[in-house]
Every structure is written in C-alpha cells, then in structure tokens.
C-alpha cells in the first residue's frame, strides 16, 4: 500500500503561482510512477503530470506543459507540483497518485496506470 496526503492549495489570483506538495509513504519502487490529476465539478479526472520515482522524463499534458513542473525528492518521500500562471481553467481538485506497477512512458498519462490515491487539494483560480 502506498498512502499520499495532498497539501498546498487554495485561493491564487490569475496569473499567480502555487506549489503543491505531496507526502508519500509506503514501499515505492523505483519503477513506480507519480503524477498529479485534477478534477473539476462534473468534468472527469484529467492527468496533468507525472514523474517515475527514479527521477528521469518527465510527461505533461498539453494545457500544463510550460507552466508548470513535477517534482520528487526521494530522501523527504515528497512529490511537488509547481504552478505557474495560473489560469481560471486550472480550478479542480488536484490529486496525488501511485502507479500500481511500472507503466512505460506512453502509458504514464493514463488514469488506468495508477492505484493510490490522496484525498486530494482544492485549488480556486479567480479574480
């Protein structure tokens, strides 16, 4: 079992920044992907970055890429996601997660790769 626990969301203006953060616990491998997904009211649950374990590539999705950037730190067992100009469009709850086993490259945007889930991070993008 591996467990996240989510933090640093919350109200930022448009154009502002955030850092979400992540503590993992539990073995991870280092075959293991991490990623971040975000889910609006009504919308379903879309990726918007990942990382493997190990360090290495890092994936992103279109809407992201550019202006925000996946991060881990083996030794404090942290994930971090930094947000930069931050748009209205970026407004969900953003979720932390654990692949379940060692998806290729191709397959770590996919909500089907990961099994462990935090209880995710409200993130508000408005004026």
């Known amino acids: 079992q591996v467990q996240s626990v989510e933090s640093g969301g919350g109200l930022v203006q448009p154009g502002g920044s955030l850092r979400l953060a992540c503590a993992v616990s539990?073995?991870?491998?280092?075959?293991?992907?991490m990623a971040w997904f975000r889910q609006a009211p009504g919308k379903e649950r879309d990726f918007v970055a990942a990382i493997r374990w190990s360090g290495g590539p890092t994936v992103y999705a279109d809407s992201v890429k550019g202006r925000f950037a996946i991060s881990r730190d083996k030794a404090k067992s942290m994930v971090y996601l930094q947000m930069n100009s931050l748009k209205p469009e970026d407004t969900a709850v953003y979720y932390c997660t654990t692949s379940g086993g060692s998806p290729i490259l191709s397959t770590m945007r996919n909500l089907s790769s990961y099994r462990y889930w935090g209880q995710g991070t409200q993130v508000t993008v408005s004026s």
């Open positions: 539990g073995d991870i491998h280092n075959s293991r992907a």
